[in-house]
């Protein structure tokens, strides 16, 4: 009886054994996913409740391009400047010439929604995609990337985090 219990203990110690590494990894995940917890509650800005209404004299066109007007949705106030977002209306009709310009964005997270009309943009890696009223895209951090046509109409949601993100220009 007591060879076997002591048979049942070492066997016990021998899966204990296999088992540690895994338990170390685990171990090291929990501190890392910790860490970052930590690191994102530091990071982390007190929101407000914020509401933006459609009006025309919103569309402001002192934006980055001037061939697009641009309705901020006031989120990069109400966030500290965790992201920006913004309706933009491309005046048209596209000028290629003053449009078509390879450029990247630094940000951590950019996505776009089609409200109205269509545009066409290249993508490094991804090629050439015609976007229509619906159609929505994430451009993965610092894509270079260009615009190549758009309809007269066209409208789109864009959201991007941080709010302050930096657009490097890489065609004149
Ligand atoms: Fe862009």
């Not at 459609?54 to 061939?67: C, I, M, S, V």
């Not at 929604?113 to 009223?133: D, R, W």
Request: proline share 4%; hydrophobic share 40%; net charge positive.
């Amino acid at each position: 009886m007591a060879r076997a219990k002591s048979k049942v203990r070492a066997r016990a110690k021998k899966i204990e054994v296999r088992r540690s590494p895994v338990r170390a990894g685990a171990k090291a995940k929990a501190k890392t996913k910790g860490r970052a917890k930590a690191a994102t509650a530091k990071r982390a800005k007190p929101q407000k409740f914020a509401v933006s209404r459609l009006r025309e004299q919103d569309f402001k066109t002192d934006g980055l391009r001037a061939y697009a007007q641009y309705r901020d949705l006031g989120i990069n106030d109400a966030t500290g400047g965790l992201a920006v977002a913004h309706v933009i209306r491309l005046k048209g009709p596209c000028d290629p010439k003053e449009v078509s310009k390879l450029h990247l964005h630094k940000a951590d997270f950019q996505m776009i929604y089609v409200l109205n009309g269509t545009i066409t943009g290249f993508f490094e890696g991804a090629g050439v995609h015609t976007m229509k009223t619906g159609d929505a895209w994430l451009q993965p951090p610092s894509i270079k990337h260009k615009v190549l046509d758009y309809s007269d109409n066209c409208e789109l949601l864009e959201i991007v985090l941080p709010g302050n993100f930096k657009t490097v220009e890489l065609e004149t």
